[in-house]
């Protein structure tokens, strides 16, 4: 049987807040397999986003394991966990996160210079396709201030996807966006899941966003509450 590209078992995050503990993860094991869509929903409060952190090796488990593609990254130390962000896990945030000054080329070519590309060509190449890829081959030159939210966010995808990772961590990424912008933008991921085989792990609050992946699993006070596989998903 193939292994999971994602296996967490009794996962837990407390914070420690003075007197106050926050348990925000309880105990959550669960398993997604390469080329899956995951789904993540829940309340505020309910631990959804700080699995998300665990998942990106942007925060570290209180106790319990996380295997990424069969490595614990729980016991891996700032470098190991740096090159994992960068080589294996792609980011998308719902706030975009450019750098205001910078083109879109530019933006998209940041963490290919953090992967150690020196080759400036080879870097404006790479982000070039990933602009491309997402319909904005035409913008390289643009800054964020010039483009729509939508084709911001299509930028941000390409910088998620320009060093090919195998994993697409998305938190929010329609939450700043109207209604036909965030269908856009989840055609993508869902093109990107289907046609390419990226395992995508998205974070919403919204259950119309939610159904566009194939499977949803459901937080409420730290613990995993429901996870099951979406029947009929959503079409545009």
Not at 159 to 185: C, Y
Request: glycine share 10%; charged share 20%; proline share 3%.
């Amino acid at each position: 049987m193939k292994a999971p590209l994602i296996a967490v078992r009794e996962l837990t995050r407390t914070y420690d807040l003075g007197e106050t503990q926050v348990h925000a993860l309880r105990g959550v094991s669960l398993e997604v397999m390469s080329a899956e869509f995951v789904t993540l929903t829940g309340p505020s409060g309910s631990g959804k986003s700080t699995f998300m952190h665990l998942l990106g090796c942007l925060d570290r488990p209180s106790s319990g394991d996380y295997l990424l593609d069969g490595n614990n990254v729980a016991v891996m130390d700032k470098r190991a966990l740096a090159r994992v962000r960068n080589t294996t896990i792609g980011f998308v945030f719902q706030g975009f996160n450019l750098l205001p000054r910078t083109s879109a080329v530019e933006n998209v070519e940041l963490p290919v210079m953090y992967a150690g590309v020196k080759n400036a060509r080879e870097r404006r190449e790479r982000a070039a396709a990933a602009l491309t890829a997402v319909g904005l081959g035409g913008r390289l030159g643009h800054h964020p201030n010039q483009l729509s939210g939508g084709q911001q966010q299509r930028v941000a995808i390409a910088r998620a996807l320009v060093n090919n990772p195998k994993l697409l961590l998305a938190d929010e990424p329609t939450g700043n966006l109207d209604t036909q912008t965030s269908i856009e933008v989840m055609e993508i991921l869902r093109g990107l899941n289907r046609d390419q085989g990226l395992t995508v792990v998205l974070v919403t609050h919204e259950m119309d966003i939610a159904q566009y992946g194939s499977r949803i699993v459901s937080f409420r006070d730290g613990r995993v509450r429901t996870d099951h596989a979406v029947l009929e998903r959503r079409t545009a």
